[in-house]
Nanobody
Framework: QVRLVESGGGLVQAGGSLTLPCAAS????????MGWFRQAPGKEREFVAA????????GYADSVKGRFTIARDNAKNTVYLKMSSLKPEDTADYYC?????????????????????WGQGTQVTVSS
């Protein structure tokens, strides 16, 4: 059983930056593909970014491409979402997710249904 804990959320002005860490415990972190999703009030959960278990492959939603970066530190059992040039429409609860992957695992997963483990979320509010 993998436990995921997000942090780093808060209130930031448009154009600002935030980094969200997600700390994992209870499993071999380097065996898990990781993803970030978000859910705004009244909207469905949507994909933000994902990274393969070895960090070699990453993917992003079009809405965040060029502004957000996903990275992982397998030695620290942590995945990060580095957000810059934030916009009010980035306001949401942000969740990290984990999926055990077999073999070389040089792929990322962009569907929420692919993930087995979820954190409790951290709130990000971007003011205009």
């Amino acid at each position: 059983q993998v436990r995921l804990v997000e942090s780093g959320g808060g209130l930031v002005q448009a154009g600002g930056s935030l980094t969200l860490p997600c700390a994992a415990s209870g499993g071999t972190f380097s065996s898990y593909a990781m993803g970030w999703f978000r859910q705004a009030p009244g909207k469905e959960r949507e994909f933000v970014a994902a990274i393969s278990k070895n960090g070699g492959s990453t993917g992003y939603a079009d809405s965040v491409k060029g502004r957000f970066t996903i990275a992982r530190d397998n030695a620290k059992n942590t995945v990060y979402l580095k957000m810059s040039s934030l916009k009010p429409e980035d306001t949401a609860d942000y969740y990290c997710a984990a999926k055990y992957t077999y073999g070389s695992g040089t792929y990322y997963l962009s569907s929420a249904r692919s993930y087995d483990y979820w954190g409790q979320g951290t709130q990000v509010t971007v003011s205009s």
